[in-house]
Structures are given as structure tokens and as C-alpha cells.
């Protein structure tokens, strides 16, 4: 049996291709350019041709693409798009329309088009068809998901669905989903993607899908705090015998050390606070339980070097299941599979 991992990121897209008979180690992986930096580097350069642009296809995640929207409508063009691709902006369409952009089904004439979408399958299968190798029919895919949320800031609705999960149990297939839950709309867009092109799907958040990939380096159930350093966001977990019962998400880039240290301690203990994780910025924070005194601290993510080196958590270690922590989320993504593909059975 094999699967393909992808853990879409906000720079990076990294890609496992596993197969039980093949060790981890040697097993065919790539980190590419994640589709909302593809998707807004095309824009950029539509921009530079002075074009106008249709976007058409799956809503995706946000960062880059829709950065790269905005420059567009300041330069003065036009930016078309269909109401699905219209909803990577933002799920209110009004406040989508009131930036400029004009939402239509038919594609208008002299403009560039531009496809949406948090996968590419036939720019993957491509790559893989180069060096022979045929995609499997079973792909976990895991995104950041912030749910649909047109009247509410996004963080708070994300944050909703984490804690539900960790009230829930908080165990590794409480946050992995063949269908996932209707509001859950990038997650839900991927999967469509899939299953209309014969795919098997597996869709998890990539916050839990780095945390529980992580977590393979451990070697006992003893209380850790794993925290992942990923491009765009930072997210820390409390994991203790196999289940997170504590968890906040900032972004990256505005932690400092000593925030961090202070976000980190609070979350070791329990006193960590929601409002002030998401009044700082952040995504926000939630403590179902405390499961006792923290015997160690596992970091990944491919920021996790600058952290290190300043000192900011004393005593961190760092986890790269199968030998690279590129592929820790993949890693996640793989043992929520193994587990389902027992209940399918």
C-alpha cells in the first residue's frame, strides 16, 4: 500500500510519496513552492504585462495570492473572479466585491486566467511521471483551515474547531477526516478536488498533522510540548499519552524570543490565555487539561533554526522523524492513514 502526503504551507509544499515496503529514509519526497506563492507569482507577473486577470477554480489559502491581488487592484487593473475562487479573499463575497474585484461565473474577454486551488494534480502528476512513478490513489492532504467565517474574524473560528477536537478526545484521528465537517471549506475544496479525479482522500489541519509527526520521534507517553516553526504561523501543543490537551498558534514572524518563552511557559502550565494570545495577533490558545510537569520540549518546522539559536526555549530538542523535519507534517499525515486504513478495512 502506498499514499502521497502533501502538507501545503504558506512558502512550502512538501510531498512524500510512502509505501509500507520502502524505508522512510530512502522514500521519494519533495519541498516545492506552495500553490498560493505559485498562484501569486503568476498574478505578480500579469501585473508586470499589465494585464487584467480571471481567477478561476477551488478557494485556497490566502498569504501570498491574496497579497498579490491587492497589488494588482493598486495598480490600477482588473481582477475578476469566480465566487469559489472569490472566497480565498474572504468568505464575506461583499467585502470581496467592495475591494474592487468582480465576481462572475462567464470569463471576460482580454484577460489573463489564472487557477486557484491548493492542489495542482496534474502539475504533480507530471513530476512524479518523469521518473515513472504513478501517483497512488490514496492522498492525504493538510491545510491550514480557518473555517468559513463571513461575519467573524477567522481566528476565532479556528480556534473553535481545534478546541472541539481536543474536547473530543484530542487524539490523532479526531482531527483527520475522509469528509470533513461542512464548514471546513478549504479542507472541503481539496477533497472535492480529489474524489472528482478518482482519488482516495485524507484531510487534516497542518497545525495537528505537524505536532503528531513530531511526536514519532518520542519514545514514551511522558508530557511534551512540541512546537512547530512553520514559515507562516507557529503553533505549540501540550501532547501527553497520545492525545493534545493544550495547544496556542501565533504567527511566525511576530515572535519574539522572550514572546515566545512567555507563550510557551504559560502554555506548560495552563495558565495561557485565548484573548491574549489573539489580542497579541495570534490565531489564540486553548487548555482542555493540564496533564502534569513537562519532561521535555521537541521543536520542528523550518524555522525552527532561529529560535534555537537565541536561546528562547532552553533545552528543546529537535525532531526530524524519518530523518527529515521537512516532512514532519507528512509524517502526521501518514500515521492518521495507517490508522484509518485499519478502520477501513
Not at 167 to 189: C, Q
Not at 332 to 343: D, F, I, N, P
Request: proline share 4%; with cysteine.
Amino acid at each position: 500500500m502506498s499514499l502521497l502526503a502533501i502538507d501545503v504551507g504558506a512558502g512550502t509544499q512538501d510531498i512524500l510519496l510512502y509505501d509500507e515496503e520502502v524505508p522512510l529514509e530512502g522514500s521519494t519526497k519533495m519541498v516545492l513552492p506552495s500553490q498560493t506563492v505559485l498562484v501569486g507569482d503568476r498574478i505578480n507577473r500579469a501585473r508586470m504585462k499589465g494585464r487584467d486577470i480571471y481567477l478561476t477554480g477551488p478557494t485556497m489559502g490566502g498569504g501570498a495570492c491574496t497579497a498579490a491581488v491587492r497589488w494588482h487592484l493598486a495598480a490600477g487593473l482588473k481582477v475578476f473572479a469566480t465566487a469559489k475562487a472569490a472566497a480565498t479573499i474572504n468568505d464575506n463575497l461583499e467585502r470581496v466585491a467592495a475591494l474592487g474585484i468582480a465576481i462572475q461565473e462567464e470569463v471576460p474577454d482580454n484577460v489573463e486566467i489564472i487557477e486557484t486551488g491548493d492542489i495542482d494534480l496534474p502539475a504533480l502528476t507530471q513530476a512524479f511521471s518523469i521518473f515513472d512513478i504513478d501517483l497512488p490513489k490514496d492522498l492525504a492532504v493538510a491545510v491550514q483551515d480557518h473555517g468559513f467565517s463571513p461575519e467573524r474574524s477567522n481566528r476565532l473560528v479556528r480556534f473553535e474547531h481545534l478546541a472541539k477536537a481536543i474536547r473530543s478526545g484530542g487524539s490523532l484521528m479526531t482531527f483527520a477526516f475522509h469528509e470533513p465537517p461542512e464548514n471546513m471549506t478549504r479542507m472541503k475544496a481539496v477533497r472535492d478536488v480529489l474524489v472528482d479525479a478518482g482519488y482516495r482522500p485524507l484531510l487534516m489541519d497542518t497545525g495537528p498533522a505537524a505536532i503528531f509527526g513530531a511526536a514519532q520521534d518520542l519514545k514514551d507517553d511522558r508530557p511534551t510540548i512540541i512546537i512547530n516553526f512553520g514559515n507562516g504561523h507557529t503553533v505549540a501543543a501540550v501532547l501527553a499519552f497520545g492525545r493534545i490537551t493544550g495547544i496556542f498558534e501565533h504567527h511566525t514572524g511576530e515572535l519574539s524570543s522572550e514572546k515566545l518563552r512567555g507563550f510557551v511557559n504559560q502554555l506548560g502550565d495552563g495558565t495561557i490565555k485565548n484573548s491574549e494570545v489573539f489580542e497579541d495577533g495570534g490565531h489564540g490558545a486553548y487548555i482542555d487539561s493540564v496533564p502534569g510537569k513537562i519532561e521535555r520540549i521537541i521543536v520542528t518546522g523550518p524555522r525552527r533554526q532561529a529560535f534555537l539559536a537565541s536561546d528562547a526555549i532552553k533545552g528543546a530538542m529537535a525532531a526530524s522523524p524519518g530523518g527529515d523535519m521537512m516532512i514532519t507534517g507528512c509524517i502526521g499525515l501518514v500515521e492518521a492513514w495507517k490508522r484509518r486504513e485499519e478502520l477501513w478495512r
